[in-house]
């Protein structure tokens, strides 16, 4: 394949795109090795609904548990691992294959998509879904990731789809 064709820019563009969203979350990941402390306060707040408005109808979703509080951001790291490893080694598989032919190429997409699946289940699930609409995170002014989140999910879902169509050659 000749490197000039808009084909191979194509596939560079969907190798590059899986690069930042694989950089993205190693540096969640460092940040939530590093400053463990901080963003297990912020988990901690959200769970706890200890800063969203009065409202004795829902509290009854707080979770108030240091230990359940631990386990559930845990829960989130590992999910961000996972899905950082599965972008990593689908960019990894689609750098490999750039010169394949379309159907090798195509095939190669396997783990960009489960990593990109992965990261909008956490960002999308799990912040907007969960912590909006079960824990009111939006209602607090001060551990509040409703836009944060939202920003990620505007950036990962173009992806995801730009990466799995088939339009190279």
């Known amino acids: 394949m000749n490197s000039s064709?808009?084909?191979?820019?194509?596939?560079?563009?969907?190798?590059?795109?899986?690069?930042?969203?694989?950089?993205f979350g190693l540096m969640v990941m460092f940040s939530n090795f590093t400053d463990y402390a901080a963003n297990?306060?912020?988990?901690?707040?959200?769970?706890s609904m200890d800063t969203t408005r009065e409202n004795s109808n829902l509290s009854y979703r707080a979770i108030t548990s240091p230990i359940l509080h631990h386990r559930i951001y845990w829960v989130i790291i590992t999910l961000e691992v996972i899905s950082t490893t599965f972008c990593l080694l689908g960019t990894f598989h689609l750098y490999q294959n750039i010169?394949?032919?379309?159907?090798?190429?195509?095939?190669?997409?396997?783990?960009?998509?489960?990593?990109?699946?992965?990261?909008?289940?956490?960002?999308?699930?799990?912040?907007?879904?969960?912590?909006?609409?079960?824990?009111?995170?939006?209602?607090?002014?001060?551990?509040?990731a409703k836009d944060w989140a939202r920003n990620i999910?505007?950036?990962?879902?173009?992806?995801?789809i730009y990466?799995?169509?088939r339009i190279e050659r």
């Open 40 to 47: 297990y306060e912020y988990v901690g707040h959200v769970l």
């Open 99 to 144: 010169n394949a032919s379309s159907e090798v190429f195509h095939e190669a997409k396997k783990f960009a998509i489960i990593g990109l699946l992965v990261a909008i289940f956490i960002y999308y699930v799990v912040l907007q879904v969960i912590g909006i609409e079960w824990f009111n995170m939006d209602e607090s002014l001060t551990w509040n």
């Open 153 to 160: 999910v505007d950036f990962i879902v173009p992806v995801l």
């Open 5 to 23: 064709t808009t084909d191979h820019l194509i596939r560079y563009s969907k190798i590059i795109l899986m690069a930042y969203i694989s950089f």
């Open 163 to 165: 990466v799995a169509i």
